[in-house]
């Protein structure tokens, strides 16, 4: 364990991330010793664990007292105030007292310049003591293309960026060279329509065949709600049709079914959503609609006919590996050959755009592992190609059986090159991008496609330029203003609790549409 004690408590989620970063199979514990007390406690790991926190201490026995690492502390000190800006120490000390890293600043702007230099004390300090570096530096954040993004937008030049991300976020010139280049291929697809004036439709379906190992979604088994989905669907229906209504002749830009597996439905409850969508909005601008095909196990010919016939236009048909001993272990309870088998429905079909996921670092795969999957997938030939780092989630059933998996997931950028390298050879190239908290070997996630296929919502959804309406239970609407601020809404996660207040859910999206001034 590591306790960690940030005496400026508002900087400890991003310090707690970075330790993590470096550290991942370690737990991360803040300390509760008063800053009073913090200096003369700081004098040793056995020391301040007692001392500071003896709850957690104490429920270690034996050998485990022993898997304390060195403590880190870190401390801001203001100086003083003149006609340069305000001064600032910062320093990080280890569990000796001796410190690592101090570093002092002058600035104008002083609560974004103190959480900047906080977490790059931090960085160094664990830099110095592991010798190791990470590949996205100091970025935490969900989103590293978007300064990129934000640059290119301000017609800065690519050194400027790429400098930005070198000397401001120590980012390695790899992972530069991706968020750069995924940042000029949003460009290019945001340019295509004034997307501002738009907007995007996100419709929930919260239910699965079984619930994956890893999984923190909103997702329920399919067999355990089976007499709530046609009610669950009416109450659905009725959320669509009436902000159809609150939104009047806004221009719907793209549909996107998630969840969930929105093919958990039977091919005529598809075919009830997706009429209702037809019948309540104008849809002669929409550009994509796309509906999440992702377990194997829940698609037929006949659904994938439902949903052709309705428009849709990009499915994803998701194995997350092509190794059985893999699928067994995360509770996919599906083989290997229902994967191939629902791909070859969805191609007999004529989709034009099928999408592939996979997640690198599920428990006991290694490169070998990894190099089977890719070359099955490669052999099936999608269109596009999304690879997610495994990122352990408080919510999944993974996070409670932890100490039974740790040290059987491993992820770097060995893998994410393969599978970046099996995009190419499939003639992909990286279209969007997002991190997680937790992810395996602090790696990314990114979606890859074939030049043309490219899934437009995702874009929309993870640069927050658009805002989104979200259907269903769990669903997250995001209301993007003009002055670049960003509301959201979240509609409540359970089933039962959705199909009873399905009305309070189109409430709070109707209030911020109002402010917005979108509502007729």
């Not at 003896?54 to 304390?68: F, H, L, P, Q, T």
């Not at 599920?362 to 990122?391: C, F, K, W, Y």
């Not at 059933?397 to 995009?423: I, P, Q, V, W």
Request: overall charge negative; charged content about 30%; aromatic content about 8%.
């Amino acid at each position: 364990m590591i306790l960690l004690q940030v005496l400026h408590s508002e900087y400890f989620d991003d310090v707690q991330a970075l330790v993590k970063a470096f550290y991942p199979e370690v737990d991360v514990h803040q300390a509760t010793f008063s800053m009073e007390n913090a200096k003369e406690v700081f004098q040793g790991a056995f020391q301040l664990t007692k001392k500071a926190d003896a709850n957690v201490y104490e429920r270690a026995r034996g050998a485990e007292r022993e898997k304390w690492i060195p403590t880190l502390l870190l401390e801001v000190v203001a100086d003083s105030l003149n006609e340069e800006g305000e001064q600032f120490l910062v320093t990080v000390a280890d569990s000796t007292g001796e410190c690592v890293v101090s570093r002092k600043e002058t600035t104008k702007n002083l609560r974004k310049d103190l959480h900047d230099t906080c977490k790059v004390a931090v960085y160094e300090a664990l830099w110095k003591m592991t010798g190791r570096k990470l590949p996205w530096g100091i970025m935490m954040g969900v989103r590293p293309s978007k300064p990129a993004l934000n640059g290119l937008m301000r017609k800065e030049s690519m050194e400027s960026i790429q400098k930005l991300y070198r000397n401001h976020y120590f980012v390695s010139e790899g992972k530069i060279s991706l968020a750069t280049t995924v940042a000029r291929v949003e460009q290019e697809l945001l340019a295509r329509k004034p997307y501002e004036e738009g907007y995007s439709l996100y419709l929930g379906i919260p239910f699965c065949p079984t619930r994956c190992l890893y999984c923190s979604f909103a997702a329920y088994p399919l067999e355990a709600f089976a007499r709530e989905v046609d009610r669950y669907v009416e109450a659905l229906a009725k959320e669509i049709r009436v902000m159809a209504g609150i939104l009047g002749k806004k221009r719907l830009d793209t549909i996107y079914f998630g969840g969930g597996t929105p093919t958990s439905l039977t091919p005529k409850q598809l075919d009830r959503l997706l009429g209702v969508i037809e019948d309540s909005y104008d849809l002669h601008a929409l550009q994509e609609l796309t509906v999440e095909a992702g377990r194997p196990d829940s698609v037929d010919l006949e659904k994938f006919r439902v949903l052709k016939e309705h428009g849709v236009k990009r499915v994803s048909v998701n194995p997350q590996t092509m190794n059985q001993k893999t699928l067994d272990e995360i509770g996919r309870f599906h083989s290997v050959e229902d994967v191939k088998r629902a791909y070859a429905l969805a191609r007999s079909v004529g989709f034009e755009s099928i999408n592939m996921d996979i997640i690198l670092g599920l428990p006991g795969e290694g490169e070998q592992e990894l190099a089977h999957t890719l070359r099955e997938i490669e052999e099936m030939h999608p269109d596009n190609l999304t690879v997610h780092s495994l990122a352990v989630k408080r919510a999944a059933n993974l996070s409670r059986r932890k100490e039974e998996y740790r040290g059987t997931m491993h992820n770097d950028e060995t893998f994410t090159n393969m599978a970046a390298d099996c995009a190419k050879r499939l003639g992909m190239r990286p279209y969007y991008m997002y991190r997680q908290k937790n992810m395996t070997g602090n790696m990314e996630n990114v979606g890859y496609a074939i030049p043309g296929t490219e899934c437009l919502y995702n874009v929309l959804i993870m640069e927050e330029v658009q805002t989104i309406i979200a259907c269903g239970a769990g669903g997250s609407s995001k209301f993007v203003y003009g002055d670049n601020r960003i509301e959201r809404a979240e509609n409540v996660k359970y089933v039962r609790d959705y199909m009873d207040r399905v009305d309070e859910m189109v409430e709070r999206k109707a209030a911020f549409l109002k402010d917005m001034g979108w509502m007729i």
